[in-house]
């Protein structure tokens, strides 16, 4: 699928606050503009780019961005001073054979949801297709919005920012068929050069559609205070819906402030990892060492950090696969680490070696156990149905569910009773009350699973695998 994104005007909204020569220039979170929009769009494989001023700069610096992600080409528009609807004509003939293509601005951020819902399916022929939000309380400046009026029979009927009978906001996003260029080619010979009066022409003729994307983010970036609301939406759409309760009330206040002030470094989320590994290791060392305060503080700090990398990851899109599973590794020899730090500083408190070797093998079985257990009780769970279990453990787990967290012994909340108690200087009883949780957290969450209905999927992925085992048996006996 090709793009067509709208990029030769000036940008002057900024006021010369601008922190690049162009809108779409403009670093959000870490990304600029037309980065987001790339991987907001995974299934674009070219873009059409129409430049106009300072095109020379600006192509310059986004062949740098681009290159090597998707196809792409320029076109310049020497009247990028007139109006937009200008500038899409521009690309008339780059696009007119396409079937049907995606339009944006280039100064707008959206999240991938909202293109997958615009092109759930092609506009017909001679049609046009308008993402829009009927979240008229949830945008931004609504004065400065382009307004829609959406009819009952599920087309656009009006558009435009003076309208005072709307519905819906113009979002900034179309999908297109060839129809657009005709539209703004008979607007334009009337006078009208923007692309709502194309639009319009279409609204005349019955063809201009929408998709309906309300709940999806999206923000224009056209001056400092849009920026900065660009900025906090993409934090709140890349927030953990659930947490451990440690993490939920403290460490991600701590280590989303620090992802927010690094993510426009060159730091990428693997580098964040090995730091972890790094910082863990120093804790340990130091607690090992008789620095017991230090230790803890330090532990502590490292689960703070540990939610840096996939906040990073989520903002950035520079997760992989690899990235997660270099960040479970990490979390267990981190833990592992911290384990023998802790139970090796039972010996500055006048604990014998071979009593801290005995508590470190203990916790250290005791933790990778508990960590094999649970995550093969997991992928199980994922099978199960989604009815909630039954019991007061239930209970106080919906509880915590219901305002994002999640009740148990999860990581964070280990790594805070573990750097608490060494902090305290209670290493040796705070290993003994981690193991003993561990063991009954472990059989509590076994018991219930017992307790829970197999969902239909899971129940046949069982009935399949006994009929393989079945047949495999009947042929070795054969």
């Known amino acids: 699928m090709k793009a067509l994104i709208i990029a030769a005007g000036r940008g002057s909204s ?40 300072q095109a020379e700069k600006l192509e310059s610096e986004l062949r740098k961005i681009l290159n090597g992600k998707l196809e792409f080409t320029f076109i310049h528009n020497p009247d990028w001073e007139r109006s937009n609807g200008i500038s899409v004509l521009a690309a008339r003939e780059a696009l007119c054979k396409e079937d049907a293509f995606l339009l944006t601005m280039s100064d707008h951020v959206y999240e991938p949801a909202l293109v997958e819902l615009l092109t759930a399916g092609p506009p017909k022929p001679g049609e046009a297709l308008l993402a829009v939000d009927r979240n008229l309380d949830d945008c931004f400046d609504l004065a400065e919005a382009t307004k ?26 179309f999908y297109c068929t060839p129809a657009i260029f005709d539209a703004l080619a008979e607007s334009a010979s009337g006078g009208g050069e923007s692309l709502s009066d194309g639009v319009r022409v279409l609204c005349s003729k019955g063809a201009m559609g929408y998709r309906d994307v309300t709940g999806c983010m999206w923000q224009d970036v056209d001056e400092t205070g849009s920026l900065a609301e660009a900025n906090k939406r993409l934090w709140h759409l890349v927030e953990k819906p659930r947490d451990g309760v440690v993490s939920r009330l403290v460490n991600r206040k701590i280590s989303g ?11 990428r989320p693997n580098h964040v990892t090995l730091f972890n590994l790094f910082l863990s290791a120093l804790a340990a060392c130091l607690m090992a060492a ?8 330090a ?11 996939g906040e ?10 690899f990235g997660g599973w270099l960040d479970n590794l990490t979390d267990r020899l981190c833990d592992w680490m911290l384990i023998c730090g802790a139970a090796w500083s039972t010996t500055s408190l006048g604990a014998e070696a071979q009593t801290a070797w005995i508590l470190m093998s203990a916790a250290l079985i005791s933790n990778i156990w508990y960590w094999t257990a649970m995550d093969s009780l997991l992928v199980s769970g994922v099978l199960r149905s989604n009815k909630t279990p039954r019991g007061r453990l239930a209970a106080v787990e919906k509880w915590f569910y219901e305002r994002g967290m999640v009740f148990g012994i999860t990581h964070d909340s280990y790594i805070l009773i573990l750097a608490a108690g060494v902090a305290l200087g209670q290493p040796l009883a705070t290993l003994s009350l981690l193991i003993v949780l561990e063991i009954l957290w472990w059989a509590v969450k076994l018991i219930q699973a017992q307790n829970t209905q197999p969902s239909e999927q899971y129940a046949k992925f069982m009935a399949h695998e006994s009929t393989q085992a079945t047949q495999a048996a009947e042929l070795a006996a054969n």
């Open 299 to 309: 532990a502590q700090l490292y689960s703070i950090v540990d939610g840096v990398d």
């Open 290 to 297: 008789g620095h017991l305060l230090a230790g803890g503080i």
């Open 312 to 321: 990073l990851a989520r903002l950035k899109h520079q997760g992989s696969w």
């Open 14 to 53: 900024f006021r010369g606050k601008a922190p690049r020569s162009h809108k779409t220039l403009i670093p959000v979170s870490g990304l600029t503009v037309i980065e987001r929009i790339v991987a907001a769009c995974p299934q674009v494989d070219e873009l059409v780019i129409v430049t106009g001023y």
């Open 148 to 173: 829609v009026r959406i009819s009952s029979d599920g087309r656009i009927e009006k558009i435009g920012k003076a309208l005072n009978d709307f519905n819906a906001v113009d979002t900034g996003v």
């Open 257 to 267: 402030f620090i992802t927010r002030r690094i993510c426009s470094w060159g730091v």
